[in-house]
């Protein structure tokens, strides 16, 4: 008997692992709200092709597009990535390295964060899963706005270029988890009472003082970016925080619940867009 | 005589008398507000510097300056934290239908 419930236990992880093959109610609905989102955009920017929507604010200006095609160019990333793989590939104190936290050597996996942990719990990020690869290998944690973990972040996003995400919503935890972050999204916040959807739908392509808001289609694909105002890579949870810091919101902290549900519910919006991290910004 | 003692008592009462126990009361009062909406996740960034200088102010005995940034602060607050349960009714309005 016990062996049977290990085997059906065994059965349903696997079942549920495979999102894309096993496709859940909850995929279901998701992909309902997913298409509503992406129509919003596709009618509001009817000449942008879908594709196009990973390169953020540059998709819908063609003002600052040019300025940053030949940033591109010559991308200010370029060595972060070389730095990247070299933290990637270097032994801890115990000999392992991050290869052995991650399958297929942590190559190409970008695209299957975030994803509902279901031993854990909770949402799992790429910086999370390095950062618990440190630990469990006796090295401290990393901060998780800057420095080596946005280079690390960086030369595992760009080992998915072109992939697509492979992501889902496994059960009713990850679904609440998913909701969690859609009513984050759509939350009026901080003294100026503005939503994320305020800026990244309503007034996505408006001039706000100096910036556009960039559509939130296309969100976190890039991620971690180059920014000339930070002189630096940043993750995207350092981005949310700013962005809640703009409305006079005070930020929560970069991996905790809320912006890892944000990040879960950006990204399954996301579905069938291509990753193109890391990118450049202004 | 009696006239001056009217101006007198007139002045008195136009200037604003501050009860530095009120003031405790008040920062007291922005204080949980405030913290209320932090537990909500919908706290401003400025509130607890407000309550902050407001205890500063007081502590340097200008309770109406202190009464001021207090009422502010909670004002804040108390928006704040509106803002939190107007979010909890009609985040789904925001939605793409």
Sequence with gaps: MKKIITICALLAAFS??????????????V???GSKFRS????KFASVEVTDYVNGVYAIDAKSREQWEEIEDFPPYELSIDEGQELFEKPFANGKSYASCFANDGI???????????????????????NLCREANGEKPLGYKKGDIALLSAYMAYTSRDETFNIGVPNQAAYDAYLDGKKFFYSKRGQLNLACSDCHLVAAGQKLRADIPSPALGHTTGFPVYRSKWGGLGTLHRRYAGCNKNVRAQPFSAQGEEYR???FFQSLMNQGLVLNGPSARK | MKKLLVVAMAALLSAPVVASTEVV?????????RLQAAAAGFEWT?????????QKALKDGDAALAQKLASKALKQAENSLLQAQYSDQHWQDHAPQ
Aim: glycine fraction near 4%.
């Design chain 2, 46 to 54: 400025k509130t607890a510097g407000l309550i902050k200088s407001a």
């Design chain 1, 31 to 33: 992909a309902e709200d």
């Design chain 2, 25 to 33: 009361a008040l920062i007291d009062k922005a204080q949980s507000t």
């Design chain 1, 40 to 43: 919003y955009f596709l009618n």
């Design chain 1, 108 to 130: 190409n996996v970008r695209k299957n964060y975030p994803y509902y942990d279901l031993e854990l719990s909770k949402v799992m990020t790429l910086e999370l899963a390095i």
């Design chain 1, 261 to 263: 549900n944000l990040e």
């Design chain 1, 16 to 29: 549920v692992g495979s999102a894309s093959a096993n496709e859940t109610q909850f995929d279901k609905l």
